[in-house]
């Protein structure tokens, strides 16, 4: 679930390096906060968070289907 978030965000962004992920595990949910370059922030999130979002969709759908909860945090 790690790498397709992954290579989600590395093909929104322009500086692909500096795109990083941690996941934080709790007894009952699984937390990824995804860190970009400040340039890149807009287009991870876009207009009114529709990207973020339909990111955050699309981790959900997968993560229902192993009976876990994940979010998805984006950090500055």
Do not use: P
């Not at 795109?19 to 991870?44: C, F, H, L, R």
């Not at 968070?49 to 955050?56: L, N, S, V």
Request: hydrophobic letters at 45%; zero cysteines.
């Amino acid at each position: 679930m790690k790498e397709l978030l992954e290579m989600i965000i590395k093909s929104l962004v322009a500086d692909a390096e500096s795109v990083s992920i941690n996941e934080v595990q709790n007894e009952k949910t699984i937390t990824y906060e995804v860190k970009v370059a400040k340039n890149d922030m807009g287009k991870v999130i876009g207009r009114e968070g529709k990207i973020a979002k339909a990111i955050r969709t699309v981790i959900k759908a997968i993560a229902s289907k192993e009976e876990k909860q994940v979010t998805v945090e984006f950090i500055d």
